[in-house]
């Protein structure tokens, strides 16, 4: 173990993966408790897989950004910890699957030596911010928003103030008003705009899909580029402070919004600001500004036989980039997985006849950048070789779907085993589709929809139906959902629950009908016109379950009838209920507090200060059997419970102790006494437990 740690350059990676380790001992020894070590490690990309004693591992990789040298690392930790698949999700992330939680320390350390991370890559953190693929290339865009991604990604990697918040908090980047990175469905949306020569951004927040959808609100038409960390930063606070904690249905921003109003929300926001260290952040963007880099080898010259399959290709596959003379090729990956034979081949690829880079697409496919027109023909040849040529990048018949019953804890039905079945029936009945990139497919094997099912044209969402004595897997059919652009879009309606079975004779009565009555218009105004009621009467013979057969009973991909196991979600960790892990906790934050402070971090010294109140105050409230829903209430319970009641004595109320963490400003001074305060109140707190159960 000793000789993977040394490797690591890093010192503050070496730190958390000896962390994880110890706990990790812990865990296995009965020293931490089963929640409480659930929530530490989805914070660190570990994931409880459905099949048990495994784990899956998400890989974080800012807005899809892979070099070579990253790729083969983690073909490397791939084939040695997992089983050599590569899953890319609709987060621009690479996931691994049955991996044993004691090879986890190890499998990160390695990642670790070409700058791959784990951190935060789930739990209750800010998830890895996505953004278009084609950003930087676009012909559309009016800058290139990757380095103010990877920017803000930096600014909130192990920033305290995300590490452990009711819920996850989701950030994209699009590259252009055309949104292809989805802004009204994230927590917070960038859309970059040039107004009278400065760069910045449209915000949109508090959006969300799960089983709720909503549509993000504007937070302004523009902000210039060097606000946006101190304006993400200020409304990330308010969530800490004020999201729901107890339940877990309820704990997105999009549901904090909508309780307090986007009003109010944005007050509190802007009393954030004198706690926030920066008024501006100037992002650096240097190292994107550069020339795209000559390929390392002479790109052999080659001549095409079949050039009517390279023309369909390079119509369907091949896009034209900001650059001239430079474009874009998009790999159709089915399902988002592939392996890491074909990974290798790909990163010598893009390394040695290419600019070294790839990014992954939201649609979970892989797009190599920066490829000379004359060497097209090349990499038609050696992608063919790869099997990487399929036509159809980004169509109707490029199906998104989440892992569903394959590994997830919470699938209902299986969406990859229907997604192959409908792509095969696309290429084989409509071809036309091939080329269309109005009409998108999604698939999610349940509510949470990871496969993003209700804002897509088309949507299938996995569940069950019963017919009277067994259950069958099912699809609820969804209708309408669409990107407009610009922060703009819309949800798709529940028009009918079928039997999975019946999936691909859905989707052919759909498009059968589109095609012999739409007359050209395109299907978001077709489905208008003819309205959701419709629909629902051209697919309701297929919701019969009167005459099912004994097919009907086995879901795609299966070979055995169906049984429904749904298990406990991790997708945002746990609310941790027990009070001498708290105390522990608070402990560990002033700890980190001094840690920082030491590193002449402020800002974050104090609000790990914070988190050490607040953490100390939950776990004397939960003594009493007092629960609250947020921060905000604990800081007030805490003053009516043990403040006014006289059971403990402080030199001033609880919340003017805490709040000064918006009222005074960050500073070496007020950190050293706000650490010294927090410090104090941990002794004041930790005796009166001990006297407590002493006196029990």
């Known amino acids: 173990m000793e000789s993977f740690r040394t490797e690591i350059e890093n010192p503050v990676v070496q730190k958390e993966i000896i962390d994880l380790e110890k706990k990790i001992h812990l865990f296995r020894g009965g020293k931490i408790d089963d929640e409480r070590f659930r929530s530490l490690r989805l914070a660190r990309g570990i994931y409880g897989q459905r099949q048990e004693g495994v784990q899956m591992i998400r890989i974080k990789l800012p807005y899809g950004k892979v070099t070579s040298e990253q790729l083969i690392r983690i073909t490397k930790v791939s084939d040695e910890y997992s089983t050599g698949r590569l899953h890319i999700t609709t987060r621009q992330d690479i996931q691994i699957h049955y991996v044993s939680l004691d090879r986890t320390p190890e499998l990160w350390a390695n990642l670790a030596k070409d700058d791959v991370t784990l951190r935060e890559a789930c739990g209750n953190t800010v998830r890895n911010i996505t953004g278009s693929e084609l950003a930087g290339v676009d012909v559309n865009e009016p800058f290139d928003v990757s380095p103010y991604a990877h920017g803000l990604f930096q600014y909130l990697l192990r920033n305290p103030i995300c590490q452990e918040m009711g819920r996850k908090f989701k950030i994209s980047f699009s590259s252009s008003d055309e949104d292809t990175a989805l802004s009204y469905l994230h927590d917070l949306g960038f859309i970059p705009k040039i107004v009278n020569g400065e760069r910045g951004f449209k915000i949109m927040f508090g959006g969300g899909l799960g089983s709720q959808p909503a549509h993000a ?23 800490d402070r004020y999201g729901e904690r107890a339940k877990r249905m309820k ?11 986007r009003d109010v929300f944005l007050d ?13 952040y100037e992002i650096d ?37 900001k650059q001239a003379g430079y474009y874009a090729i998009g790999i159709k990956v089915l399902l988002g997985d592939f392996y890491t034979d074909k990974a290798r081949l790909l990163a010598d690829l893009i390394k040695n006849y290419a600019a070294n880079e790839l990014r992954f697409s939201l649609r979970q496919n892989i797009v190599i950048r920066h490829v000379k027109e004359e060497n097209l023909p090349f990499f038609y040849q050696e992608l063919a070789k790869l099997n990487f040529v399929h036509l159809g990048y980004n169509s109707t018949a490029d199906i998104t779907a989440c892992p569903g019953t394959d590994t997830c804890n919470l699938g209902i039905a299986s969406s990859t085993g229907i997604a192959e079945e409908l792509e095969k029936v696309l290429s084989a009945e409509y071809p036309q589709y091939l080329n269309n990139r109005e009409i998108e497919i999604k698939i999610s094997g349940c509510m949470n929809a990871c496969g993003q099912h209700n804002m897509s044209a088309i949507g299938f969402q996995g569940m069950s139906i019963n017919s009277g004595k067994l259950v069958a897997p099912a699809l609820q059919v969804l209708l309408g959902g669409g990107r407009l652009g610009n922060g703009a879009g819309r949800f798709a309606d529940k028009v009918i629950k079928i039997p999975s079975r019946r999936g691909p004779d859905a989707l052919r009565t759909i498009l059968n009908d589109f095609n012999a009555n739409a007359n050209g218009q395109k299907f978001l105004n077709y489905y208008d016109e003819k309205g959701e009621k419709y629909f629902y009467e051209i697919l309701k013979p297929l919701s019969d379950v009167t005459n099912l057969t004994e097919a009907d009973f086995v879901d795609w991909g299966n070979a055995d009838n169906y049984v429904k196991a749904v298990g406990v979600g991790e997708c945002a960790g746990v609310v941790i209920d027990l009070v001498a892990t708290l105390l522990l906790e608070a402990k560990d934050k002033l700890t980190f507090a001094q840690e920082s402070f030491d590193e002449n971090k402020w800002s974050d010294a104090i609000y790990h200060a914070y988190a050490g109140f607040v953490n100390g105050a939950k776990a004397l409230l939960l003594s009493e059997n007092e629960k609250t829903n947020n921060h905000a209430g604990i800081v007030d319970l805490f003053d009516t419970v043990f403040i006014a009641a006289g059971k403990i004595e402080l030199a001033t109320s609880f919340r003017e102790l805490v709040y000064q963490i918006n009222a005074i400003q960050p500073s070496e001074a007020f950190a050293k006494q706000y650490i010294q305060e927090g410090i104090a109140f941990f002794d004041t707190i930790e005796k009166y437990r001990a006297q407590e159960l002493e006196n029990a």
Do not use: C, H
């Open 285 to 321: 963007t240097t190292a994107f500004d550069g020339p795209i880099p000559e390929p390392l080898l002479e790109v052999p010259q080659v001549t095409i036989e079949d050039t009517e399959a390279y023309e369909a290709w390079k119509k369907s596959n091949v896009i034209a980039q």
């Open 217 to 239: 609100e504007l937070l302004s038409e523009f902000v210039p580029a060097n606000q946006i960390i101190p304006t993400a930063e200020g409304i990330i606070r308010i969530f």
């Open 268 to 280: 509190l926001v802007e009393k954030e600001k004198k706690a926030i260290a920066f008024e501006t």
């Open 251 to 261: 704990a997105r921003m999009k549901f904090l919004i909508k309780e307090m109003g």
